[in-house]
């Protein structure tokens, strides 16, 4: 078997809106596909945690020097996470030709004026503790240009999952859920269709002790759909609102679910679980539906969500005439293509492309694929 060629090797970091740990993967992008030598999700450990989490509660609210301690905290796991991930590849750090870390998310305002995002996780620290040239703060950049500043996703699912003769759809399924569509002769367009996992895991946490998330989706298996609470739900006016548009969890917030929530929340918990998993499907399939996408086009999704029954079946029911399958068909874990795309991106900081996410994010002008940190 050939040596890797020199320069091929990268790592893609991020920690999405879930808060439920660090994903990183180590991608070998000498071949015509990525291969992923190594992938893995790093838990928190507990005070980082529970800091993020109280982030998560009142995002607005965050005090600076919370803001600072969080950055520096996060950077080390960072770190962590992607030696964890070299050595689980078998490489050495001076084999790794840059990181792509996203960081993590805080706070995210594209509507306000200024508008302005914030993702946390020192890069200068992460590039310190692993020897390694990092490229990170993806998304300020595209605010700058006059873009949402999200999603970026669509940029890897462009290079990807691409077909000559055949419009494809991905849906990335993570706290908050984004469509992609490709379809041939056209640019390609993307946007947040509202949540996904957020609300799931939020109301979670406040009935079970493990801080942790519905896994595939049992306990709102366990519930029922309340049709009138969801008929509310699908009236709130980001699901109207058209593209280019992007959102977070300082929305799609603890406070916005408990300005909503019905007279019986407490008595059926598992009932507003199961409503909320059919709200995540039924936000992006109204989405999809506006895209308009020919009977039998495929649906691939990816992101946490995949995992999710409750949540994939509601979106299977309600396009029915759609082929909807993971990205694992396709050639790439659902789990890891998230992270996947920081990696392509570092790449392409490094080889001088530009992000174009004019279709997408609305910006007036493609822009560098995020900023270089050196040791």
Not at 244 to 263: A, F, M, N
Not at 323 to 337: C, F, I, M, N
Request: negative net charge.
């Amino acid at each position: 078997m050939p040596a890797t060629p020199p320069g091929e090797r990268y790592v893609g970091l991020i920690s999405g809106t879930s808060m439920d740990g660090i994903d990183a993967v180590a991608v070998d992008f000498s071949g015509a596909w990525p291969r992923l030598d190594a992938a893995l999700t790093r838990p928190f450990e507990p005070a980082l945690l529970a800091a993020l989490l109280d982030v998560r509660r009142a995002p607005d609210a965050c005090p600076v020097a919370d803001c600072g301690w969080l950055d520096a905290r996060l950077g080390d796991a960072l770190a962590e996470a992607a030696l964890q991930a070299i050595d689980l590849a078998g490489w050495r750090p001076h084999q790794v030709r840059a990181i792509g870390s996203h960081g993590q998310t805080i706070i995210h305002h594209p509507g306000q004026e200024p508008p302005f995002t914030l993702q946390i996780g020192d890069p200068w620290r992460l590039a310190s503790r692993t020897g390694i040239a990092t490229v990170a703060d993806f998304r300020r950049a595209d605010l700058a240009a006059g873009g949402q500043g999200a999603p970026l996703a669509p940029l890897l699912h462009d290079a990807l999952f691409r077909h000559s003769s055949e419009t494809r759809l991905v849906a990335n399924l993570g706290g908050i859920a984004n469509l992609t569509v490709l379809t041939p002769g056209q640019p390609t367009r993307g946007f947040d269709t509202g949540p996904a996992n957020c609300l799931l895991d939020g109301w979670y946490r406040r009935h079970h002790a493990d801080a942790g998330f519905d896994c595939a989706g049992r306990w709102a298996a366990t519930g029922r759909v309340d049709s009138g609470w969801l008929d509310a739900l699908l009236r709130d006016p980001y699901l109207a609102a058209p593209a280019p548009k992007s959102t977070g969890i300082e929305y799609y917030s603890p406070q916005w679910l408990d300005q909503r929530l019905p007279s019986w929340a407490d008595e059926r918990p598992a009932d507003i679980q199961a409503t909320l998993a059919e709200f995540s499907a039924a936000a992006l399939a109204g989405a999809i539906a506006s895209a308009q996408p020919a009977d039998d086009s495929p649906l691939l999704l990816c992101g946490g969500g995949v995992n999710n029954a409750p949540l994939v079946e509601g979106i299977r029911r309600r396009l029915p005439r759609l082929r909807v399958a993971s990205t694992t068909e396709y050639g790439l874990d659902p789990d890891h293509v998230e992270a996947t795309l920081f990696a392509w991106l570092a790449r392409c900081h490094l080889e001088g492309r530009r992000m174009d996410t004019r279709s997408v994010t609305g910006a007036q002008r493609p822009i560098p694929a995020g900023s270089l940190f050196m040791r």
